[in-house]
């Protein structure tokens, strides 16, 4: 726990309040993760002098009108916190000159009043929300939407409140609705139970399961489907949980017909596609290794649609709203990954036959790191786990240095150019016809590049 977080908490008990930390941090610190996502919720304290105590520890933003959510931004010591979400402050921004040489790290809290929420409209965010600090716990807490989340602890004391049994849920690992009049006004919990049972690999009540399937996702935006998804694509050992769910919960059914049609489709072998595709996640999910989110997120994709064509494969892409990522074109590596997936497993098998050229033009199509780490999930989930096919592939894809992509050019127009060649579409084919030949290993300097360019130019007078 923070120092300052305390020290923020007591400040609220001095003048008449008590905070509470709410949420995922408690759910996480009980089954054992630390957290650094804090949220607190303060009860017996107006929102005016609230937001004046907490002034006096950082920038206080308010969101909302007529409810208080504060966005709490403090600094604090380096050493304290490991969060994500940080900024080093520079030496200039210190007003302590002497303070200099302790780096500080900029850190968020969420601190907010009790509220009341009411359906008011369509869609996740058609609520009529009004803040109240003299609420019981058990009615502060009944909004939220699975007992799981409503646990409750006082970060003085460490006592937990827990009106709706969320601890022995968790003990359980059982994920249950806490009410079902309230439960089913946001569609976006579906979504969550699904990410949260593979997350902490929890089963799902089968009351709560029922609830799930009465309530229609027609209403959720795009952007908040993704959200869910890549909570579970980062953060789960085992997105096979979260697919299965997806498949009970009727989210699958209801937003993805093409991953809904997996499950009807038996293969040779008694394995339907979509145990296949769920293996496929789990296999790719246990290499990510040091892949960027971006790609992480890349390859995670590309096992969910492997089993579809690309036509099925843009229309989930299309549902989860997926273009690029970080400045990284995720969609175009899914599908290039879907339509080429094939490759290796039909390089190696004729890799007599296969030329350093194939590589080359195959590197040209697809980011190859990515397509390895896709082909060998799938060999593991068809039961190959030693993988002799991809591990040959990616020696092959080293000792041709294609990691990175295929070779650039040798001959560029400047050169051609330079002896007299003019801009236009001879040009443009003349630079490819020498490309191919520099792909097959023809051409690997630009001396011999010019040659061939004016030995081709000659044979078409």
Not at 17 to 34: C, K, N, P, W
Not at 147 to 155: K, L, S, Y
Not at 224 to 241: C, D, M, Q, T, V
Not at 325 to 348: G, T
């Amino acid at each position: 726990m923070l120092n300052e977080v305390l020290k923020i908490c007591e400040a609220i008990r001095d003048a008449g309040g008590r905070a509470m930390l709410v949420g995922g941090i408690v759910r996480d610190r009980l089954f054992g993760y630390e957290s650094k996502d804090y949220d607190l919720e303060v009860y017996y304290l107006e929102p005016a002098l609230l937001r004046s105590t907490l002034e006096s520890f950082g920038h206080v933003n308010t969101v909302g009108e007529h409810f208080a959510v504060y966005k709490l931004t403090i600094y604090v010591p380096s050493s304290e916190t490991n969060s994500k979400n940080v900024k080093i402050i520079p030496k200039s921004a210190i007003r302590n000159p002497q303070s200099a040489i302790v780096k500080k790290q900029r850190v968020e809290i969420d601190v907010s009043i009790p509220r009341r929420e009411s359906k008011s409209g369509r869609g996740h965010r058609g609520f009529v929300i009004t803040g109240d600090p003299h609420m019981t716990f058990a009615e502060a807490a009944r909004r939220r939407d699975f007992t799981i989340n409503a646990i409750m602890q006082d970060p003085l004391t460490d006592e937990i409140v827990d009106p709706y049994g969320g601890v022995a849920d968790i003990e359980n690992r059982i994920i249950r609705a806490i009410a079902a009049d309230t439960f089913i006004e946001d569609s976006l919990r579906v979504l969550r139970a699904m990410q949260i049972a593979a997350r902490f690999e929890m089963t799902i009540a089968p009351e709560t399961i029922a609830l799930c399937r009465t309530i229609d996702l027609s209403d959720l935006p795009h952007e908040r489907i993704w959200g869910e998804f890549e909570k579970l694509f980062l953060r789960a050992a085992k997105p096979s949980i979260g697919l299965h769910v997806a498949l009970e919960l009727g989210v699958l059914e209801k937003l993805f017909p093409p991953l809904y049609a997996l499950t009807k489709n038996p293969r040779a072998n008694e394995l339907t596609a979509f145990t296949k595709t769920q293996k496929r996640l789990d296999a790719g999910a246990s290499q990510v290794g040091e892949l960027a989110k971006e790609k992480h997120l890349t390859l995670m994709l590309a096992a969910l649609c492997l089993d579809l064509s690309v036509e099925q494969a843009i229309d989930v892409l299309d549902t989860l709203s997926i273009f690029t990522i970080n400045n990284y074109d995720v969609r175009k590596q899914v599908l290039a990954l879907v339509s080429e997936h094939q490759k290796p497993i039909q390089f190696f098998e004729s890799r007599e036959q296969t030329t350093d050229g194939d590589f080359r033009r195959l590197a040209g199509r697809v980011e190859m790191n990515l397509l390895y780490h896709t082909v060998k999930a799938d060999l593991i989930a068809g039961g190959d786990k030693k993988a002799p096919a991809a591990k040959w592939f990616i020696e092959k894809v080293r000792q041709l240095d294609l990691q990175r992509g295929a070779p650039e050019p040798i001959l560029m127009g400047r050169h051609l150019r330079e002896i007299g060649i003019q801009p236009g579409p001879q040009m443009g084919k003349l630079l490819h016809q020498v490309y191919e030949l520099q792909l097959d290993g023809v051409v690997q300097t630009l001396e011999q590049a010019l040659e061939k360019a004016c030995s081709i130019l000659a044979n078409q007078k």
